[in-house]
């Protein structure tokens, strides 16, 4: 079976991960799928809302650290950016539902996301410093403006995890449920949406994001080159290396 599930219904498109083994951490093929998906879904006038999704006991362990130093993401066109392109510029509503785990860019992408619906038992965390990265998806951008600067530093310097209820308090999350509850929740939501009319929904999207946009693909752009560049080097390499030998990685010599 697919590691990402894709599922149409009502004018609804569901992206489900499907890798609750690897705790749904994204391989290359798996954002390939994303990618493709939400780029057939622009054009698409049958999809109205995309939904995406985890399972109640996790949403994502961000990238799969082991495909990742096997294939670094080369350039803008790699998949992992077409993803987080899509992402950013998809012009129909966006609903998340999150339980569980969500680090990384299982955190990052919600920032691209319109509602965002939380199971109380979900964790975000963005550790990039702690795995020698920096941030991606322009969340060193979203971030600070949500949060304000402090809350920020804690998130993206300390890479500290923060859970459901914190999440609401600062806006990233509409409202926490039990989990088991939270992907029924979204696609309740996402059937509301699917029932108004498209253009509205597209053109009050874009009015919202106003300038945003613009100055998420440049900041992504500027990312993903210091990404791409701190991938290939020491405390990086020994972050990851220390993740898949279940040790604390030695950053004294980074
Ligand atoms: N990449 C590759 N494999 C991953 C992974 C990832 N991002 N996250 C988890 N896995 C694997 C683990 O290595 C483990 O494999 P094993 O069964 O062969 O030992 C399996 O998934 C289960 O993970 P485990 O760590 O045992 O689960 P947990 O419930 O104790 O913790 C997390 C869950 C998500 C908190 C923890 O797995 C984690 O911190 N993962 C790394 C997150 C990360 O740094 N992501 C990169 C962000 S850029």
């Known amino acids: 079976m697919s590691d990402i599930l894709t599922h149409h219904a009502d004018g609804v498109l569901t992206l489900t991960f499907n890798r609750v ?14 990618a493709t998906a939400l780029e057939k879904a622009v054009d698409d006038a049958a999809t109205r809302v995309v939904v995406i999704q985890g399972h109640e006991t996790v949403f994502s362990a961000g990238n799969d650290i082991e495909d990742f130093l096997k294939n670094k993401p080369a350039g803008m066109d790699s998949p992992v950016f077409r993803f987080l392109r899509a992402i950013a510029t998809f012009p ?4 998340a539902a999150v339980c569980g785990p969500a680090v990384g860019v299982g955190t990052t992408m919600l920032f691209h996301c319109d509602l965002v619906y939380a199971g109380d038992n979900a964790a975000f965390s963005m550790p990039f410093v702690n795995l020698g990265l920096c941030p991606e998806a322009a969340s060193s951008l979203l971030v600070p403006r949500m949060f304000g600067y402090h809350r920020a530093a804690e998130a993206l310097l300390l890479g500290e995890p923060f859970m459901a209820e914190a999440a609401l308090e600062v806006g990233l999350v509409n409202r926490v449920l039990p989990p088991t509850e939270a992907n029924a929740f979204a696609a309740q939501q996402a059937r509301k949406l699917a029932a108004k009319p498209t253009s509205s929904l597209i053109t009050t999207k874009q009015l919202m994001k106003g300038d945003q946009q613009k100055a998420v693909l440049e900041r992504m752009g500027e990312e993903g080159a210091h990404f791409g560049r701190m991938l290939g080097e020491p405390a990086a390499r020994e972050a990851m290396t220390a993740f898949m030998q279940k040790r604390k990685p030695d950053f004294s010599q980074c």
């Not at 083994?21 to 994303?34: F, G, P, Q, T």
């Not at 129909?92 to 609903?95: F, G, I, S, T, Y």
């Open 92 to 95: 129909k509503p966006l609903v």
């Open 21 to 34: 083994e690897r705790k749904n951490s994204i391989n290359v093929a798996m954002y390939d799928a994303l």
